[in-house]
């Protein structure tokens, strides 16, 4: 039987298209769509940059290629002017708390967070304890994780205030969209995104205490290392690794092969606070910089992000989130977080446990979609198991009501499928704070799945925001 | 807690005082030459309550005009790089310390709940070993600065003194699971078993009287006060006795961390000496 062809679906065929959801040309009588042939080629020119990431498994290590999602997300003005504000006044709020956590320590006398969440977490580092980072920036770029539910209702499910990556796959797949459909992506009409290194440099600028900028990369194995030198890059400063920069005296500088230094005001390093420094942290490691930490100590070197971060990010600290936005602001938290249990609270413990089953229960030590368990998945002997390490050590778990999120559409096989995703949205925190027009789609490889991360095979998608 | 301490009787109200003479000197040699050596040093005595610093030398050598730094506990510390050719690093100091006190008053810079929390080299697993079981319940002792001291003698008592059965990386638990150890695996093993039991401790690295080399031991905190305790020779830390470096574990008060570029073979040569000289 023949279907009618409708709006807002694909027509099927060599000369079929996918209409791009949201459908904002319904009111003005067009079509916003991407033709298949398109897709196909904006599918081989991804495929040129081979644009991968590293998996750990079974303790080797695979150059994975990450899946493109070749129909963007579209985010409306007035959505993404909710998610701006949510954002900012988030990043703002944990950029306080940070400072307050390694100085004063208000927050803990007022008891709006227990001290057993900051001072039993491994990542509050007591090597960074009083140290005022340039511009008293501590989350210079933040990548905060959202979902939208079936409702439309926005939730934060995770932030990430270390060593954010992703940006750089949207980056390149905006460019894809601009060599192979200029015409769409102009009508439609999408923010332009492709200035983020640009809005990164500022950023740096705006921390430096005196000298250049340099992205510090770990080495070309590292998992992101595509990101770190197309970065780089784009933002016109030099690319580095620990042996490229040397502390002497009172301040870090870049020796160029020329034998020439130069003095280093800002380092985005890409790689983790127990790397950074083998004279404070890890003694064996090679990757860092001896005495860094000692020139960040005295106000001469911006670190983006801060050292310590941890501590913002922490799965259990997610919880306190909203409490410290009005503790620090004096305001509703604008974005709200998917609903969250403490364990460490004998009443939510014991709304946990008995809710095992529809709940999902997190282990705060664990990243990256490892340590995440769906209750209604498990066997009642299991479900048992992790009842007793629940009652064991409450602390380290957090329980979440599931939250159904929204599907979008994937383009697979010359048919649209939906699949679950959720977006990583970069805040940038310089002078002002500024949410990046566009942002990391992640959606899952497989029907259903609410797992979405890169290293549990999911896939990503650029983020197109429309203005008005 | 509203009882007013009941350690009258113990040795830490005794008079601490005493002059001392400290020589410390460290010789490292290469054998092939290194450069760009960067290093980071702990050659200051803290600024303590403990005793008085009446003078104070201290050298690196090649010359490198040094910095200095003050570590997240307050004490300071020294770094450097030395680019050029060398097949000698040679550190020291030399210092006259009065003592005054055998306890330490002084605000802490940190909040002290980070000497409660493990860490990789103090982490203790009580349940293979059988005299550890008498610590099993984590409970918080009515006596804290007694208690740590009867878990001093325990370790005295179960552990031998043994060099060359450990290294600067093991970890507490493996030296109880061997029985021996050094100074710095009693020191972790009487901080896991003050930290298990909510008595906050941290570790330090110095000098004792008559030692060739350093020495470490333990500070617990009790009521407002840092108490020493010294498990390698099961004695209070009354007098005779010269901190250098305090931290969490023994990797946060090695006095020596240095990085270069290449592999050598490095012989080291150190010579403490500690004497007390009077009045």
Redesign the interface.
């Given at each position: 039987m023949q279907k009618t062809q409708q709006r807002g679906h694909s027509r099927r065929g060599p000369g079929g298209y996918v209409v791009l959801e949201p459908d904002v040309g319904a009111g003005k009588n067009r079509e916003f769509k991407l033709g298949y042939s398109d897709l196909d080629r904006l599918k081989a020119y991804l495929n040129r940059y081979a644009i991968t990431f590293g998996l750990f498994q079974d303790n080797t290590f695979h150059d994975r290629l990450f899946p493109f999602g070749t129909v963007p997300r579209v985010i409306g003005p007035w959505e993404f002017d909710t998610l701006e504000k949510g954002l900012r006044q988030r990043v703002h709020a944990l950029n306080l708390f940070l400072h307050d956590i390694y100085h004063e320590?208000k927050v803990l006398r007022d008891k709006i967070v227990p001290?057993e969440f900051v001072?039993?977490c491994?990542a509050?580092l007591?090597?960074?304890?009083?140290?005022r980072p340039p511009a008293n920036v501590y989350a210079h770029l933040s990548g905060i994780d959202l979902v939208q539910a079936s409702d439309g209702t926005w939730f934060i499910l995770e932030d990430n205030l270390r060593v954010p990556s992703g940006a750089s796959y949207p980056l390149i797949a905006r460019e894809a969209y601009h060599t192979v459909c200029p015409g769409l992506i102009s009508d439609m009409p999408v923010r332009e995104s492709r200035d983020y290194p640009q809005m990164l440099g500022r950023v740096m600028d705006d921390v430096n205490p005196g000298g250049i900028s340099v992205v510090l990369s770990p080495g070309r194995f590292n998992a992101a290392f595509f990101e770190h030198s197309y970065l780089a890059e784009k933002m016109g400063v030099p690319l580095v690794f620990g042996?490229d920069l040397?502390?002497?005296?009172?301040y870090v500088y870049f020796k160029d092969v020329g034998g020439h230094r130069e003095r280093v005001g800002a380092v985005y390093r890409r790689l983790s606070d127990e790397y950074l420094d083998?004279?404070v942290f890890e003694?064996d490691s090679i990757i860092g910089v001896?005495?860094l930490m000692?020139v960040y100590?005295?106000g001469n070197v911006a670190i983006i992000n801060a050292v310590g971060n941890g501590i913002a990010d922490d799965k259990g600290i997610y919880y306190f989130v909203p409490a410290l936005i009005k503790y620090y602001l004096g305001e509703e938290a604008i974005l709200r977080n998917a609903p969250t249990y403490l364990p460490f609270f004998e009443r939510d413990r014991n709304h946990v446990l008995q809710n095992l089953h529809r709940l999902v229960i997190k282990d705060v030590a664990e990243a990256g979609g490892y340590g995440v368990v769906f209750g209604s998945m498990l066997s009642a002997d299991k479900r048992r198991l992790l009842a007793d390490a629940i009652r064991a050590e409450p602390r380290r778990f957090i329980g979440q009501e599931v939250v159904e999120f929204r599907s979008l559409q994937v383009f697979d096989q010359h048919k649209v499928v939906r699949r679950r995703a959720d977006l990583r949205a970069y805040v940038l925190h310089g002078k002002d704070i500024s949410v990046w027009p566009s942002g990391l789609t992640r959606y899952a490889m497989d029907r259903g799945s609410m797992i979405v991360n890169s290293s549990q095979g999911g896939g990503f998608k650029d983020t197109w925001v429309l203005s008005l | 807690m509203s009882s007013s301490p009941q350690f009258t009787d113990l040795e830490y109200e005794r008079s601490a005082d005493g002059v001392y003479k400290l020589n410390y000197d460290v010789r490292a040699e290469m054998d092939t030459p290194i450069r760009n050596h960067a290093w980071c040093l702990r050659l200051s005595l803290p600024d303590d309550d403990f005793f008085e610093v009446e003078h104070f030398s201290r050298y690196v050598e090649p010359e490198c005009s040094p910095s200095t730094a003050v570590d997240y506990l307050g004490q300071e510390y020294s770094y450097g790089l030395v680019r050029e050719d060398h097949s000698v690093f040679r550190y020291g100091l030399s210092a006259t310390i009065r003592q005054h006190s055998s306890y330490g008053r002084r605000p802490d810079t940190v909040p002290i709940q980070i000497f409660l929390r493990s860490d990789r080299l103090t982490e203790l697993d009580h349940k293979n070993i059988p005299w550890l079981a008498a610590f099993q319940s984590p409970d918080k002792p009515k006596d804290p600065l007694e208690w740590s001291i009867g878990a001093m003698h325990e370790i005295t008592q179960n552990m031998i003194y043994l060099t060359g059965t450990t290294n600067y990386s093991t970890p507490a638990g493996d030296a109880v699971s061997q029985g021996s150890g050094v100074c710095q695996d009693f020191a972790h093993i009487l901080i896991g078993l003050c930290r298990a039991h909510g008595v906050p401790a941290r570790y330090v690295n110095g000098f004792f009287v008559g030692e060739g080399e350093t020495h470490a031991w333990v500070e617990v905190f009790v009521q407002g006060r840092w108490y020493g305790l010294d498990p390698t020779h099961n004695r209070l830390v009354v007098q005779d006795y010269v901190p250098l470096a305090r931290g969490r574990n023994a990797e946060d008060c090695s006095l020596n961390r240095g990085v270069w570029s290449s592999v050598v073979q490095q012989h080291q040569r150190i010579s403490a000496s500690l004497v007390e000289v009077g009045e």
């Open positions: 320590r001290e001072f039993a491994p509050y007591p090597e960074v304890y009083g140290v042996n040397e502390v002497d005296g009172e083998p004279m003694p001896p005495n000692s100590r005295k | -």
